[in-house]
């Protein structure tokens, strides 16, 4: 699929204010209305309910594009493919439009983190109660991307059935009474992406819940985590790249006038850069396949999608790293962004699932083991 017309002018706005989104802390509200302007914010849903029929290679197109001028904008971006795939896999008896709708213009996101499971999103303690025909919600989430700007959440709670471990994913929409932001978002990198604190407390119906009673776990599994976990390796490219060309740009620029040397005119410094292309173009290689091997599933798939995110993350990780001290004080200071795509790079790994839980989980695939 040809994305650049719909590419292009988000990413000119995306770039206009990525600068201010991380030092304000501000949200992105101009590169949100240009990816709603663009359709893209129903890239993977499918062509009947307005979407563009997208898989997950377009994704990656997108998100490293994207996650290359404001990380910001692209994990709130991230947040919301993965909420509509949810959607998209089950959709909720009671929404009819909902797809359409997030195919065009509503901002939708993910709450799954708990205050008491912490990292561990498949279970959350929370617990729905029946009451007479009606789903009483009551659960506080950790963390939630666009808490605030977001038009619709999808949440997880334990199902108020018996199976004591049984999951339910639910659509909450931000209007309903008893959904609120309790905290503010103050985070070292991705500044702008209001991953804050929320609280729900409220009355829904059965046609509220996506899929079956307790069919949560499974969607979250199969249906939400091979989108994340890919768009999320994506981003980490995004960040790489954008810290590989500042540093090559960089390195290649500054000069030694004493010696009349440039940083790249060095050895040492050069090996360092060949290093971290070395390394991103290996982790983009396994990216590509991952989404590819998501478009086109057989029984290495869910290898791969336990797999992308922790390479990616650890390799964003030492790309900038090395970025920071290849380009020295002039890294430290802002003016080559370059301690912004470090910053941001930090957050993918600690983004549930966890780049070290994830590690856990493909040993325990490669060792035959069971998951949970
Ligand atoms: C920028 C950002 C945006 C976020 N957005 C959302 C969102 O939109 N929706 C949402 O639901 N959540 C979101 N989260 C929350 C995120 O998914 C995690 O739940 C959160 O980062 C966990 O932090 P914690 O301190 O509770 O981790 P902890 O669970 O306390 O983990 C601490 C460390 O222990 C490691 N660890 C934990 N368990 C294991 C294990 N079994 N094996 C090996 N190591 C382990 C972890 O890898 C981590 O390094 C976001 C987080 C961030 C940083």
Redesign the pocket.
Same mark, same amino acid.
């Given at each position: 699929m040809d994305l650049s017309d719909r590419l292009e002018p988000v990413l000119d706005s995306a770039r206009q204010s990525a600068r201010e989104v991380d030092a304000d802390g501000s949200f992105p509200v101009q590169a949100l209305d240009a990816l709603r302007r663009s359709g893209l914010l129903g890239l993977t849903l499918p062509p009947r309910e307005g979407g563009l029929g997208g898989g997950p290679e377009d994704l990656v197109e997108v998100l490293s594009a994207l996650a290359a001028v404001c990380g910001s904008t692209a994990?709130v971006y991230l947040?919301h493919v993965s909420a509509a795939m949810a959607v998209a896999a089950a959709p909720p008896a009671g929404h009819p439009s909902l797809l359409p709708r997030l195919a065009s213009d509503s901002l939708a996101?993910?709450?799954? =983190?708990e205050v008491g499971s912490?990292?561990?999103?498949w279970a959350p303690v929370s617990r729905a109660g029946r009451e007479g025909d009606k789903i009483a919600l009551r659960a506080a989430?950790?963390?939630?991307?666009s808490a605030g700007h977001a038009e619709v959440y999808v949440m997880s709670t334990l199902a108020p059935q018996a199976d004591e471990g049984a999951v339910d994913l639910y659509v909450v929409l931000a209007d309903s009474p008893g959904v609120e932001v309790a905290g503010s978002w103050r985070?070292l990198g991705?500044r702008g992406?209001a =991953?804050s604190p929320m609280r729900f407390e409220l009355l829904a119906h059965d046609g509220d819940r996506i899929g079956e009673p307790g069919g949560g776990f499974d969607l979250m599994l199969q249906s939400v985590m091979p989108w994340f976990n890919v768009g999320n390796a994506a981003v980490s490219l995004g960040l790489a790249q954008a810290a590989l060309d500042a540093t090559v740009a960089h390195a290649s620029g500054a000069r030694f006038q004493h010696t009349g040397e440039g940083l790249a005119d060095l050895p040492t410094i050069r090996a360092q850069l060949s290093r971290i292309a070395l390394d991103l173009a290996m982790a983009r290689a396994y990216v590509e396949k991952a989404a590819r091997s998501l478009a086109a599933p057989d029984d290495s798939t869910m290898l791969h999608v336990l797999g992308v995110k922790a390479a990616a993350n650890d390799m964003a990780l030492r790309v900038t790293d090395t970025a920071m001290r290849v380009c020295g004080g002039a890294a430290f200071s802002e003016h080559l962004q370059l301690e912004r795509f470090f910053r941001d790079a930090r957050?993918g790994h600690?983004?549930?699932p966890?780049a070290?839980?994830l590690y856990?989980f493909y040993g325990k695939a490669i060792t035959g083991r069971e998951l949970f």
């Open positions: 994990m947040m996101t993910l709450a799954f =983190s912490r990292s561990h999103f989430k950790s963390w939630v991307t985070g991705l992406n =991953s957050a600690v983004m549930a966890t070290d839980v856990d």
